[in-house]
């Protein structure tokens, strides 16, 4: 159709043209980065408190000593959820589980319940106390991160000292060890630090400190069960010694491998994956210590001035090896080294994050 002075009219708009249209979309009340920094905070208060209540059950401040083991369930549940979520597993599911373990354990206080709750924590608190620390290069950064998990680790003992569960002390030391060195070394090779680019020299390192852990375990039981009697009262001399001049006696698995190695670890992850080795080696040391106080009969302050002292030397044996550590000796480190410069720092992700 035309109008008058020849021009098309435009056309008539149908009944079922629409004018396309986005309705607006308001933005979340809350997006998943702040959900997860308020589950972050969330766990760390509740540690906080938790460290603070299982407290009273080694230090006397009026507080009555049925609540301590509450404290020592929030810690249970709060390493457990740690561990989940550093090595990117189901936090919520094994932090329910464990829930209501201490649940049976606090209600019911049957012997079973509470040993189980007492390994449960020392275990995965040794093992946290490892996840949390960060990569550094420089001495103060690998101090810093060793007092961090110096103190995960005191906590974890402290919680293993609220429940008080009536457990023989050297098959729970056992059994806390070994769980924590199987759930480190699986997380550690679920994180991709296989033994590619170690070298025969990391190798030797790896397979060298799992015999000396080995050599030092099996001696000790050895040598108390089957020595003679003119080596064992030396060595109880010895320890009386001790105990009695200096008020503790520094154990040999935190002074000769576990703290060293953890030292060892901080650092070399600071340009290698496979310092995570070393810092799977590294929870022996913090397994020691969370389950330090694991006797009914255990001396707090004895146990504490042991701890302090095999710090004190771990550290700095470690440092001491830091500074010996050549580096890498496989041919892709080297190729590594050679291309990145002595300014490559490996990345991690942020110390509340997933590993992978």
Not at 280 to 303: C, H, R
Request: glycine share 12%; proline share 4%; with cysteine.
């Amino acid at each position: 159709m035309s109008t008058g002075g020849g021009r098309r009219a435009a056309p008539r708009r149908r009944a079922n043209d629409t004018v396309s249209y986005i309705p607006p979309v308001r933005e979340p009340r809350f997006s998943m980065k702040a959900l997860r920094a308020a589950g972050v905070s969330g766990l760390f208060l509740a540690w906080l408190g938790g460290f603070a209540v299982a407290l009273t059950s080694v230090v006397a401040v009026g507080f009555p000593d049925v609540y301590a083991r509450y404290g020592a369930a929030v810690l249970a549940v709060v390493f457990t959820a740690g561990v989940a979520r550093r090595s990117g597993g189901r936090s919520t599911l094994w932090a329910t589980l464990v829930a209501i373990l201490a649940a049976i354990a606090l209600l019911t206080d049957r012997a079973w319940a509470m040993a189980g709750a007492s390994v449960i924590t020392a275990t995965f608190g040794a093992v946290l106390a490892v996840l949390l620390t960060r990569p550094s290069e420089k001495v103060s950064g690998v101090i810093r991160e060793y007092v961090i998990a110096l103190v995960v680790a005191t906590s974890a003992a402290v919680g293993v000292a609220a429940w008080n569960a009536p457990l023989v002390y050297q098959r729970f030391y056992l059994i806390v060890l070994g769980a924590a060195l199987v759930t480190a070394f699986g997380i550690v090779w679920s994180l991709g630090a296989g033994l590619h680019g170690l070298g025969r020299r990391g190798v030797g390192l790896i397979i060298g400190g799992a015999l000396v852990v080995v050599v030092l375990l099996v001696y000790g039981t050895i040598v108390r069960s089957y020595g003679s009697a003119g080596v064992v009262d030396a060595i109880d001399e010895a320890v009386v010694w001790l105990r009695d001049t200096i008020g503790g006696v520094p154990r040999p698995t935190e002074v000769l491998i576990g703290f060293p190695a953890l030292v060892w670890g901080i650092s070399t992850r600071s340009n290698r994956r496979q310092g995570w080795w070393m810092c799977a080696f590294g929870v022996v040391g913090t397994a020691v210590m969370a389950s330090a106080l694991g006797s009914p009969n255990a001396d707090t302050l004895y146990v504490a001035l042991s701890t302090l002292y095999s710090a004190i030397l771990g550290l700095g044996l470690g440092l001491v090896v830091r500074a010996l550590d050549p580096g890498s000796t496989s041919r892709s480190g080297r190729r590594a080294a050679r291309r990145d410069g002595d300014t490559y720092v490996r990345p991690e992700p942020p110390r509340f994050a997933a590993l992978k």
